[in-house]
């Protein structure tokens, strides 16, 4: 090999420039990597795809029913009001590191732009005192999100309620201002072209590690919802008008 120092390069017997050479190999890894961090965050789990719906960083991959810029949904570190447990505060957070936010709970429903039929639906959830929110699966078949903490007896309508139809087993409700932790594994409608032949299904719902639900069939969709209409796929929903609310920690593993 014979280098020429002032120049910085070296070259091989067959003339080859290796410095030239090496420079273009790591300028390729660098383009590979970059490729890589802008494909969306999709991965493989031995059980299916999974989708982490949320990058932390802004609102990309979601929508609003309304319009985005009348939305008071943002992206940061989520606490209880030290001054009101009535309100969330969304501080600054480090990229790929915020939570989905509404503080206020004025804000308006969000769903994602993907769409998903059978699959387990995990994420952590915060509520404010008093709050109100909800979880669509489908954009049609809501698990309710309430501050339940503490009540000896609860409905459809508390924390962990399939809204309109079944009650927790129990009140697995932690205090407001805590993240909270929802498992779901949910199956969708079956159709045969436009007629549904099997109904949705809540197969299991486990909050804060309790089993709430098991084997529980939606025989129609909940109000609310994005369209109004059962399909055989839809996005994920988080209800964002009727209290302040947080989620994080989003993943959704595809099964059918």
């Known amino acids: 090999m014979r280098c020429d120092v002032k120049r910085r390069n070296c070259t091989n017997p067959q003339g080859k420039?290796?410095?030239?050479?090496d420079l273009g190999?790591?300028?390729?890894?660098?383009l590979g990597v970059m490729v890589i961090l802008a494909l969306?965050?999709?991965?493989?789990?031995?059980?299916g795809k999974v989708v982490v719906p949320h990058n932390g960083t802004n609102l990309d991959g979601w929508q609003t029913k309304?319009?985005?810029?009348?939305?008071?949904?943002t992206v940061g570190a989520t606490k209880l009001d030290p001054d009101n447990p009535a309100k969330l505060i969304a501080e600054p957070a480090p990229a790929g590191r915020g939570d989905l936010v509404t503080p206020t709970g004025r804000g308006q429903d969000i769903f994602t732009v993907e769409k998903f039929g059978d699959c387990i639906v995990e994420l952590e959830v915060m509520v404010s005192k008093g709050s109100n929110s909800g979880i669509y699966l489908m954009g049609e078949y809501e698990i309710q999100v309430l501050d339940s903490f503490g009540k000896e007896q609860v409905g459809p309508g508390d924390m962990g309620g399939i809204y309109g139809a079944t009650a927790p087993a129990a009140n697995a409700s932690k205090a407001p201002g805590e993240w909270?932790?929802?498992?779901?594994?949910?199956?969708?409608?079956?159709?045969?072209?436009?007629?549904?032949v099997a109904n949705a299904k809540f197969v299991t719902i486990t909050l804060n590690g309790q089993v709430i639900h098991q084997n529980v069939e939606m025989q129609r969709q909940t109000p609310g919802g994005v369209s109004g209409r059962e399909h055989a796929k839809g996005p994920l929903m988080f209800?964002?008008?009727?209290?302040?609310?947080?989620?994080?920690?989003?993943?959704?593993?595809l099964t059918e």
Not at 25 to 30: A, E, I, Q, R, S
Not at 40 to 47: L, S, Y
Not at 180 to 196: C, L, M, S, W
Request: charged share 20%.
């Open 239 to 253: 209800q964002g008008n009727h209290g302040p609310v947080a989620y994080r920690n989003i993943r959704i593993t």
């Open 66 to 73: 309304g319009d985005i810029e009348n939305s008071t949904w």
């Open 25 to 30: 190999t790591k300028m390729l890894v660098v």
């Open 40 to 47: 969306p965050a999709i991965a493989w789990a031995a059980d």
């Open 180 to 196: 909270q932790k929802f498992v779901i594994e949910f199956q969708a409608p079956r159709f045969n072209g436009d007629e549904k």
């Open 17 to 21: 420039n290796t410095m030239t050479d």
